[in-house]
């Protein structure tokens, strides 16, 4: 995206059951907690469930994530100062898999469009705005992203608020149950003993801008991003990570950099056998085994169309505080393909990362971003 | 019905093989792969649950699924050990 | 930058047409067997039809129709896909519910459908198309607006191609309206070379 037109990151917010914000939550996965644990008999038919959720008592409604989606949101404007801002094109976009899913139970399937819980969100938002549901599986977070980003590049918008919701669920739970896909134990990602994947629930959001000056605190830089499909299958990832190759080669195209730039990796890294070795196969492919890389699905679970929201805004929290954190649940690197994965966190100064996601519908997702 | 033919007629049913009948089928015929009529991983994902809806027969390990789900004959094998 | 229509197909009442011309329609059909009977008469060996559920079935079909007499030659990147949904996946969404609030053992082959993207996989897996993909959520279409997304998508540089528009369906409520699009003024430039 050679454009004229600069996009800033900044305003990152996660708002998760390891923590209440992106402080407390970059804290409490920097202090090596998780927001995963045992739970008993959460849904008929699972009896045991490893998973992060968040207390009950935490809300007061029947729409928890509507709650903490919006809570989300409003951390990440407290972050701004506006001026003439508030009166410029503001967009928004809600990225989610599966929105408000547990009114489906009840058959309502009008509060379960995450079109309408979109609508509900932008309502309380300071500015006017054009409102966007953008619902790619578990690439929808960097998909929201890189929406953004390009409309700011065209001159389309000015600002852009994005925020990623998804909760965990007894529809998401018994599907992912009857892939055999979950661990039952804490997930081990890039691990040689993984087992699958734990499912969890969050919000993260996060503002792009064309004008540093509406950042509080110094923003980061969007330099390109790309999506891409594995034409391969719609539920087994690809076998030779080809479509997660295209992503991060054209990603890397359109920021004008090259793989041996990029310092770190935020992958994926869901925990399961599959996904986890078409990544390996993927990253090797651009060469980058030395790579510091990590999947932070150990300290979140696999938070879906939240999830690659939640994972850039902790490395833009890593790259403000040079401190990478380790791959909870991961002993050592244990893919076909040896990466440089961190089983301990790591102090040292990051300028480049790349952030990837992979999902089903073959669909895969590659952003660079840099700290200026 | 034999047991064969009950399996195939489940397969046809639960997996929309909707251009297939079960003469198309051979009792050992394998079902994955390029030799076979073309089954995948969801496919062996949904013989999981047809094994239990229909015969009462639960697969606890999707490894196991490897040898099981090779033809119709050795999904019938399957099936009448796990009842005996 | 702008765009211009390669071609269209819309699949709605019954009937489907591509380029304004009528190339099937049967009346009087369940959804279900509509969508069988259009797929016959593609006269295509692509048994995974079969597996897909309806918005996947209606996307597959909107795409093989448009396509079926396509002379251009992509190559395997070219083409972005960018389709506008209004009820996501909620019609499949409702059958994997319906089998949890039954306490039946839910069905994968159900679940998987149970995104809305799962189309842009099924017409990527049959064209071999690794180009990008972008799904957005709303209310109803808007050709206007689709257009600003696909002409992005170009101008940008991301795809020479887009294919995508409309696909939303629920119960027995369905509608298509798909475009191949490509940058306005391209083939002026080619010819006055």
């Keep these: 995206m050679a454009g004229e037109i600069n996009v800033f990151l900044g ?248 793989p041996d730039q990029i310092q770190f990796v935020s992958s994926h890294g869901t925990g399961t056998l599959f996904n986890d070795e078409m990544e390996a196969k993927a990253f090797a492919r651009h060469g980058l085994l030395n790579t510091p890389l990590n999947s932070m699905k150990g300290y979140f679970g696999h938070t879906l169309g939240a999830s690659s929201l939640v994972e850039v805004a902790m490395t833009m929290q890593s790259m403000r505080e040079n401190l990478l954190l380790k791959t909870m649940g991961c002993t050592a690197s244990g893919t076909e393909t040896l990466l440089n994965v961190l089983t301990e966190n790591l102090e040292t100064e990051v300028d480049l990362v790349l952030k990837t996601a992979s999902g089903f519908g073959g669909c895969n997702a590659a952003v660079l971003i840099e700290n200026q | 019905m034999s047991l064969q033919e009950e399996i195939k007629k489940h397969l046809i049913d639960q997996l929309n093989l909707e251009d297939l009948t079960p003469e198309d089928i051979a009792d050992d015929q394998p079902l994955f792969g390029d030799a076979g009529i073309g089954l995948d991983s969801i496919d062996a994902l949904e013989i999981i649950v047809m094994l239990d809806n229909n015969f009462g027969v639960v697969l606890q390990n999707p490894e196991q699924g490897r040898e099981v789900f090779k033809s119709v004959n050795t999904l019938a094998d399957y099936i009448v050990k796990s009842r005996s | 930058m702008a765009i211009q229509v390669i071609s269209s197909c819309t699949i709605e009442n019954d009937e489907i047409i591509v380029n304004g011309d009528l190339l099937f329609s049967i009346e009087d059909e369940v959804l279900s067997e509509f969508l069988k009977l259009a797929y016959r008469h593609l006269n295509l060996s692509y048994p995974k039809f079969f597996k897909m559920d309806k918005l996947c079935q209606l996307a597959f079909l909107g795409t093989e129709y448009l396509l079926k007499d396509n002379d251009i030659t992509f190559t395997d990147d070219d083409v972005a896909l960018c389709f506008f949904n209004g009820q996501s996946s909620l019609d499949t969404d409702a059958k994997h519910q319906h089998l949890i609030n039954e306490g039946t053992k839910v069905s994968p082959a159900v679940f998987v459908y149970t995104l809305p993207n799962i189309m842009m996989g099924e017409i990527a897996i049959k064209n071999k198309w690794y180009g990008e993909n972008l799904l957005i959520l709303r209310p109803d279409f808007n050709f206007e607006e689709w257009a600003l997304e696909a002409d992005l998508l170009i101008s940008s540089g991301k795809a020479k191609y887009c294919l995508g528009g409309w696909v939303d369906v629920f119960q027995d409520n369905y509608q298509v309206q798909l475009y191949l699009v490509e940058a306005a003024g391209i083939k002026m430039k080619l010819t006055s070379i």
């Design chain 1, 11 to 258: 305003g990152e917010n996660v708002i998760s059951p390891l923590g209440w914000g992106i402080q407390e939550t970059f804290s409490n996965a920097k202090n090596g907690k998780t927001g995963l644990k045992q739970l008993e008999e959460p849904f008929p038919g699972i009896s045991n469930l490893f998973a992060a959720k968040f207390d009950d008592s935490s809300f007061s409604t029947d729409s928890p994530i509507e709650e903490f989606a919006a809570e989300s949101c409003r951390g990440s404007l407290e972050e701004l100062h506006f001026e003439h801002q508030l009166d410029e094109r503001w967009l928004f976009v809600f990225s989610t898999t599966k929105g408000d899913i547990n009114h489906l139970k009840s058959g309502d399937s009008y509060r379960s469009n995450p079109h309408y819980l979109m609508q509900q969100l932008q309502k309380e938002l300071p500015f006017e705005s054009q409102g966007k549901v953008i619902s790619c599986a578990c690439i929808s977070g960097l998909a929201a992203l890189i929406y953004a980003a390009d409309k700011i590049a065209a001159d389309q918008v000015d600002h852009a608020l994005i925020v990623g919701a998804d909760v965990l669920s007894e529809f998401t739970s018994q599907g992912f149950e009857s892939f055999f896909a979950l661990d039952s134990e804490l997930c081990k990602p890039f691990d040689k003993d993984r087992k699958g994947l734990n499912l969890g629930e969050a919000a993260a959001s996060l503002v792009l801008s064309k004008d540093q000056t509406i950042f509080k605190t110094s923003p980061l830089r969007f330099l390109g991003g790309a999506t891409s499909n594995d034409a391969n299958h719609i539920s087994g990832p690809s076998r030779t990570g080809e479509g997660l190759y295209r992503a991060i080669q054209n990603a890397l195209n359109y920021s004008s950099k090259t």
